[in-house]
């Protein structure tokens, strides 16, 4: 299965954190296998693998899990501490207070 991005230039082939984000996507793509083909990878090897070089392979197109951005927004990490949005006054009680809700994670 490979993807092209809107906007790139060439087809990418598709990294997932989460096998129901593979299946899930795989349900939705038209001519995708019904028994897919698929192995899983630690991301070191990926990274390892992108230093060697890709030999002829399509650039590794990454997915994160499919409520990343839920936790980003629950955990108030999406950079509008500094703003005055919730999470902070200032860019330093900011970023504290955004790692501390890691830790609390």
Request: glycine share 10%.
């Amino acid at each position: 299965l490979l993807i092209q991005p809107d906007g790139a230039s060439e087809a990418q082939r598709p990294y997932f954190f989460r096998l129901a984000d593979l299946q899930a996507t795989l349900a939705q793509a038209e001519g995708a296998p019904a028994t897919p083909d698929y192995r899983a990878l630690r991301l070191a090897e990926l990274v390892e693998q992108e230093a060697k070089g890709r030999r002829g392979e399509p650039p590794p197109l990454l997915f994160v899990a499919s409520d990343a951005a839920a936790v980003v927004e629950r955990t108030g990490m999406n950079g509008n501490a500094a703003s005055g949005a919730p999470g902070g006054t200032g860019a330093a009680s900011g970023e504290d207070e955004q790692m501390q809700r890691l830790v609390d994670l």
